[in-house]
C-alpha cells in the first residue's frame, strides 16, 4: 500500500514537538499551557470536484476547528478532506482557544484528464455483522490505493476493501491514492431482537424521499443494475443499434427522429467497470455517420406503471453532447397510439455546453405532428460531470423530478392529457413505460450544436439505476 512517508514525518514531528512543549511547560511548572496550531500545508491549489487531505494537530487536548472562508469555493469534513466546489480562492482556518493557523487554497477548473478516485458504492445501511466489498476505481497512473475507516468501532475495512459492520453507528470508509480520494458513508444499525432480519438484494436501496407522502421510506425496490459486474446485463438491458429503431420490423424516423449525427453501436461504446457503466461517444465514421455511441432500453425486459425511479451519473459537458435518462411506453397494448400521444418521459438531458443545466421534460398531447411538451431547465450548484442523482416520481395524479433528492419540478395530470382518450385524467402516463439511457451526438435538441474540431470523445457514467414502488 502507498506509506505517506512526508506526511507521516511531518504529523510525528508535529506530535513530537507538542510533547517537548508540554514536558518542558511541566518541568517549569507552567501547568497552563498556552494553545498552538499545526497545519500541514501553508497552500493548495487543486482543481474543482478534487479532494485532498489537510492535517491540524495542536499542542493541547482539544479538538482542532477546521473552517473555509468561503464553502462556495472550498469546503472541509469533519476528517480535514477538503474539496474545491467553484474557481476562486478561499482559506481553510484551523482554530483552538484562540490560537490560529491558515491554509491558503486556490481552486482551479477541472480538467477532462485529471486523474479521478472513485468507489463502488457512496452509501450503505448495514446491520452488525454484515460485510459489504467496496471496489476503488484510480484513474491516475500506477495509483496505489489505501482503505480507511475514520470509526473502527463501529465499521472496519481491510486493504482490500472489505468493511465489516462491528456495532451501531456512523462511519466513513475512504480510499485514497496521494491527494485524491473517494468516501463511503456507512450507516449500520443493531440487529432485531430475533438476531436476524430479512435483507433485500441491494444493502444500501436509496429510498426516495417525499414530503407529500409520510410512508415514501417503505417504498419497496423492485428493480436495479448496480452495474458491479464486468459486461453489460444483457438479461436486463437490450442495444438499439443504427440509425433508427427497428422494433419487430417496424422502423422508426431515421436519425432517431432528431437528427443525431451518431450511430449506435452493440456494445463497441460500453463499458462497465469500477461499478459504473460508462456510455463513450466517440469521433468514429460509422456508415454515413461521424461518430458512435450507445443507446441501451430495458424494453421487453423491464416497464413499470407509477413509482420512484432513479439514477447516479456524470454527463459530459461538452458542446455537442446529448445525454438522456428518460423512459418510453411499452409499445405492445398501447391504446393511445403513436408518439407523443402515447407519452415521455425524460427524467434528465443535458446540453453538453451547459454545464450545470439539466432539463426534466414530458411529452404529450397528440401523434406527431400535433405533440405537446412541458419542460423546466434546472441549474445545479456543481456541472454535470460530478456525480449527481437524477429521478422521477411517477404517480396517477402527478409527476415530480428530483436533482440530488430535491425535488425541482412538478406537473399535475391536469397539465398534460392525450388525444386519443382526453377523458382519462392520467393519459397518457397510466400504461407501462421502460428506461432508455443513451449519449447522443449533436441533433435539434440544442439546436444542431456540434461538438468542437479537437472532440475525439466523451463518456457518461451511471452509478447506478434503481426502480421503487
Same mark, same amino acid.
Given at each position: 500500500m502507498k506509506k505517506w512517508y512526508s506526511r507521516i514525518s511531518l504529523i510525528l514531528s508535529l506530535i513530537l514537538t507538542c510533547t517537548m512543549m508540554t !514536558?518542558?511547560?511541566g518541568l517549569f511548572g507552567q501547568p497552563n499551557v498556552k494553545a498552538k496550531v499545526y497545519i500541514t500545508d501553508e497552500s493548495i491549489t487543486l482543481c474543482v470536484g478534487q479532494t485532498v487531505k489537510l492535517g491540524a494537530i495542536s499542542n493541547t487536548d482539544d479538538d482542532v476547528l477546521l473552517e473555509s472562508t468561503k464553502e462556495s469555493v472550498v469546503v472541509i469534513d469533519d476528517d480535514g478532506y477538503i474539496t474545491g466546489v467553484s474557481e476562486g480562492t478561499a482559506q481553510i482556518v484551523a482554530s483552538v482557544k484562540g490560537a490560529m493557523a491558515q491554509c491558503d487554497v486556490t481552486v482551479t477548473a477541472a480538467q477532462a484528464d485529471d486523474p479521478e478516485m472513485m468507489l463502488t458504492v457512496s452509501s450503505a445501511s448495514? &446491520? =452488525?455483522? %454484515?460485510t459489504l466489498a467496496l471496489d476503488a476505481r484510480f484513474t491516475g497512473a500506477n495509483g496505489e490505493i489505501e482503505y480507511y475507516s475514520t470509526k473502527e468501532s463501529v465499521a472496519t475495512v481491510t486493504d482490500d476493501g472489505l468493511v465489516t459492520a462491528v456495532a451501531a453507528g456512523e462511519a466513513t470508509v475512504r480510499a485514497s491514492s496521494g491527494v485524491y480520494s473517494a468516501s463511503c458513508a456507512i450507516k449500520v444499525k443493531a440487529l432485531p431482537s430475533g438476531g436476524t432480519v430479512e435483507?433485500? %438484494?441491494?444493502? /444500501?436501496?436509496? !429510498?426516495? =424521499? %417525499?414530503? %407529500?407522502?409520510p410512508t415514501a421510506g417503505s417504498r419497496k425496490l423492485v428493480w436495479s443494475d448496480e452495474f458491479n459486474g464486468s459486461s453489460l446485463n444483457t438479461y436486463k438491458w437490450s442495444y438499439q443499434v443504427g440509425t433508427q429503431d427497428n422494433y419487430n420490423g417496424n422502423l422508426g424516423p431515421q436519425y432517431w427522429g432528431n437528427g443525431e449525427l451518431q450511430y449506435y453501436t452493440e456494445g463497441d461504446n460500453i463499458k462497465v467497470s469500477g461499478g459504473s457503466l460508462q456510455i463513450v461517444a466517440k469521433r468514429e465514421q460509422r456508415g454515413d455517420r461521424p461518430y458512435t455511441s450507445s443507446r441501451i432500453v430495458t424494453r421487453d425486459k423491464a416497464n413499470w406503471t407509477f413509482g420512484y425511479i432513479e439514477a447516479r451519473m456524470k454527463t459530459p459537458a461538452k458542446e455537442g453532447m446529448w445525454p438522456a435518462f428518460w423512459m418510453l411506453p411499452q409499445t405492445q397494448n /398501447?391504446? &393511445?397510439?403513436g408518439w407523443a400521444a402515447n407519452g415521455e418521459i425524460d427524467i434528465m438531458e443535458a446540453k453538453g455546453r451547459l454545464n450545470n443545466k439539466v432539463d426534466t421534460?414530458?411529452? &404529450?398531447?397528440?401523434?406527431?405532428?400535433n405533440n405537446q411538451y412541458a419542460t423546466y431547465e434546472y441549474t445545479m450548484s456543481s456541472s454535470t460531470e460530478s456525480w449527481h442523482t437524477y429521478a422521477v416520481d411517477w404517480r396517477a395524479g402527478y409527476i415530480a423530478w428530483y436533482v440530488d433528492g430535491t425535488e425541482v419540478y412538478r406537473l399535475t395530470n391536469d397539465k398534460y392529457y392525450s388525444e386519443s382518450d382526453p377523458n382519462n385524467p392520467s393519459a397518457p402516463f397510466d400504461k407501462p413505460f421502460y428506461i432508455l439511457l443513451n449519449l447522443a451526438v449533436g441533433g435539434k435538441y440544442d439546436n444542431y450544436v456540434e461538438p468542437t474540431s479537437d472532440f475525439m470523445q466523451a463518456t457518461m457514467y451511471v452509478d447506478y439505476v434503481r426502480v421503487y414502488e
Amino acid at each position: 500500500m502507498k506509506k505517506w512517508y512526508s506526511r507521516i514525518s511531518l504529523i510525528l514531528s508535529l506530535i513530537l514537538t507538542c510533547t517537548m512543549m508540554t !514536558a518542558c511547560s511541566g518541568l517549569f511548572g507552567q501547568p497552563n499551557v498556552k494553545a498552538k496550531v499545526y497545519i500541514t500545508d501553508e497552500s493548495i491549489t487543486l482543481c474543482v470536484g478534487q479532494t485532498v487531505k489537510l492535517g491540524a494537530i495542536s499542542n493541547t487536548d482539544d479538538d482542532v476547528l477546521l473552517e473555509s472562508t468561503k464553502e462556495s469555493v472550498v469546503v472541509i469534513d469533519d476528517d480535514g478532506y477538503i474539496t474545491g466546489v467553484s474557481e476562486g480562492t478561499a482559506q481553510i482556518v484551523a482554530s483552538v482557544k484562540g490560537a490560529m493557523a491558515q491554509c491558503d487554497v486556490t481552486v482551479t477548473a477541472a480538467q477532462a484528464d485529471d486523474p479521478e478516485m472513485m468507489l463502488t458504492v457512496s452509501s450503505a445501511s448495514l &446491520y =452488525v455483522g %454484515d460485510t459489504l466489498a467496496l471496489d476503488a476505481r484510480f484513474t491516475g497512473a500506477n495509483g496505489e490505493i489505501e482503505y480507511y475507516s475514520t470509526k473502527e468501532s463501529v465499521a472496519t475495512v481491510t486493504d482490500d476493501g472489505l468493511v465489516t459492520a462491528v456495532a451501531a453507528g456512523e462511519a466513513t470508509v475512504r480510499a485514497s491514492s496521494g491527494v485524491y480520494s473517494a468516501s463511503c458513508a456507512i450507516k449500520v444499525k443493531a440487529l432485531p431482537s430475533g438476531g436476524t432480519v430479512e435483507k433485500p %438484494d441491494d444493502p /444500501n436501496p436509496s !429510498a426516495p =424521499v %417525499d414530503p %407529500d407522502s409520510p410512508t415514501a421510506g417503505s417504498r419497496k425496490l423492485v428493480w436495479s443494475d448496480e452495474f458491479n459486474g464486468s459486461s453489460l446485463n444483457t438479461y436486463k438491458w437490450s442495444y438499439q443499434v443504427g440509425t433508427q429503431d427497428n422494433y419487430n420490423g417496424n422502423l422508426g424516423p431515421q436519425y432517431w427522429g432528431n437528427g443525431e449525427l451518431q450511430y449506435y453501436t452493440e456494445g463497441d461504446n460500453i463499458k462497465v467497470s469500477g461499478g459504473s457503466l460508462q456510455i463513450v461517444a466517440k469521433r468514429e465514421q460509422r456508415g454515413d455517420r461521424p461518430y458512435t455511441s450507445s443507446r441501451i432500453v430495458t424494453r421487453d425486459k423491464a416497464n413499470w406503471t407509477f413509482g420512484y425511479i432513479e439514477a447516479r451519473m456524470k454527463t459530459p459537458a461538452k458542446e455537442g453532447m446529448w445525454p438522456a435518462f428518460w423512459m418510453l411506453p411499452q409499445t405492445q397494448n /398501447n391504446p &393511445y397510439g403513436g408518439w407523443a400521444a402515447n407519452g415521455e418521459i425524460d427524467i434528465m438531458e443535458a446540453k453538453g455546453r451547459l454545464n450545470n443545466k439539466v432539463d426534466t421534460t414530458i411529452h &404529450y398531447g397528440g401523434s406527431w405532428p400535433n405533440n405537446q411538451y412541458a419542460t423546466y431547465e434546472y441549474t445545479m450548484s456543481s456541472s454535470t460531470e460530478s456525480w449527481h442523482t437524477y429521478a422521477v416520481d411517477w404517480r396517477a395524479g402527478y409527476i415530480a423530478w428530483y436533482v440530488d433528492g430535491t425535488e425541482v419540478y412538478r406537473l399535475t395530470n391536469d397539465k398534460y392529457y392525450s388525444e386519443s382518450d382526453p377523458n382519462n385524467p392520467s393519459a397518457p402516463f397510466d400504461k407501462p413505460f421502460y428506461i432508455l439511457l443513451n449519449l447522443a451526438v449533436g441533433g435539434k435538441y440544442d439546436n444542431y450544436v456540434e461538438p468542437t474540431s479537437d472532440f475525439m470523445q466523451a463518456t457518461m457514467y451511471v452509478d447506478y439505476v434503481r426502480v421503487y414502488e
